[in-house]
């Protein structure tokens, strides 16, 4: 019992030997950054930024994740004018986006910078300031949005690059006087980021060679199998 099973393992040994021995071929996942931005400036605004796409020959894409940072800057003045005081609320805001190639929206932000204040009656003198008004400088105010991607990657492959639409509207307002002078000066911001997670593929590693026997491998089958014979039909005495 313990001879057969002896000899089979050592053939099964012999064939595991005898085949061909190649590396799996690893792959490790990592990540690359690209950033683009629109510089501040007053809104309303159509600019572009511009991102690589990934390129295929890097490996295999897993993830994408967008980012859209949003600023807002400027100032208000404001002045009640109604015959009596007023709890007056002001909102510097930029509505920004950004778009796909076609315009359709793929993020949107709404950064807000806002003042709350009493104001006494109208004093009869528009200079927002006194104590009918006021006048708020170097207001600002940031927000960040962002979305991910793990398939329908058509967007973002390619060897060239990828140039998306960035937009802001002004959304700034002020209530709580039934007469009130409002000046805004609205200026936004934009920076655009895109990761690319993928696995790079490692280079084959070369083939291990098995070392080459002086006798055949035929030669060595051919004794196996004569061995398990004689240890299945032992010679008679």
Same mark, same amino acid.
């Given at each position: 019992?313990?001879?057969?099973?002896?000899?089979?393992?050592?053939?099964?040994?012999?064939?595991?030997?005898?085949?061909? !021995?190649?590396?799996?071929?690893?792959?490790?996942?990592?990540?690359?950054?690209?950033?683009?931005?629109?510089?501040?400036?007053?809104?309303?605004?159509?600019?572009?930024?511009?991102?690589?796409?990934?390129?295929?020959?890097?490996? =295999?894409?897993?993830?994408?994740?967008?980012?859209?940072?949003?600023?807002?800057?400027?100032?208000?003045?404001?002045?009640?004018?109604?015959?009596?005081?007023?709890?007056?609320?002001?909102?510097?805001?930029? =509505?920004?986006?950004?778009?796909?190639?076609?315009?359709?929206?793929?993020?949107?932000?709404?950064?807000?910078?806002?003042?709350?204040?009493?104001?006494?009656?109208?004093?009869?003198?528009?200079?927002?300031?006194?104590?009918?008004?006021?006048?708020?400088?170097?207001?600002?105010?940031?927000?960040?949005?962002?979305?991910?991607?793990?398939?329908?990657?058509?967007?973002?492959?390619?060897?060239?690059?990828?140039?998306?639409?960035?937009?802001?509207?002004?959304?700034?307002?002020?209530?709580?006087?039934?007469?009130?002078?409002?000046?805004?000066?609205?200026?936004?911001?934009?920076?655009?980021?895109?990761?690319? =997670?993928?696995?790079?593929?490692?280079?084959?590693?070369?083939?291990?060679? #098995?070392?080459?026997?002086? !006798?055949?491998?035929?030669?060595?089958?051919?004794?196996? #199998?004569?061995?398990?014979?004689?240890?299945?039909?032992?010679?008679?005495?």
């Amino acid at each position: 019992m313990h001879r057969h099973f002896s000899i089979q393992f050592a053939a099964a040994t012999l064939i595991a030997f005898a085949a061909p !021995i190649t590396a799996a071929q690893a792959a490790t996942l990592t990540t690359v950054k690209y950033e683009s931005s629109v510089n501040v400036q007053k809104t309303n605004f159509d600019k572009f930024v511009t991102i690589p796409k990934f390129d295929p020959n890097l490996g =295999e894409l897993q993830k994408v994740f967008v980012q859209l940072g949003s600023e807002v800057q400027g100032s208000i003045r404001l002045e009640n004018l109604d015959a009596q005081s007023a709890d007056v609320t002001a909102n510097l805001a930029a =509505e920004v986006s950004l778009l796909k190639p076609d315009k359709s929206i793929l993020l949107t932000t709404l950064p807000t910078a806002s003042i709350a204040q009493s104001f006494a009656a109208d004093d009869g003198d528009l200079d927002y300031k006194g104590p009918s008004g006021a006048t708020y400088n170097n207001l600002s105010n940031t927000k960040t949005a962002s979305t991910s991607f793990t398939s329908d990657f058509g967007l973002f492959i390619g060897s060239d690059t990828l140039t998306l639409p960035v937009t802001a509207v002004a959304k700034s307002s002020g209530t709580g006087a039934g007469n009130l002078a409002q000046i805004f000066n609205t200026l936004a911001a934009a920076k655009v980021e895109v990761v690319y =997670e993928y696995y790079i593929k490692k280079p084959e590693e070369p083939k291990r060679k #098995v070392p080459e026997s002086n !006798i055949p491998l035929s030669a060595l089958a051919a004794v196996g #199998v004569c061995t398990l014979l004689k240890s299945k039909y032992p010679q008679q005495a």
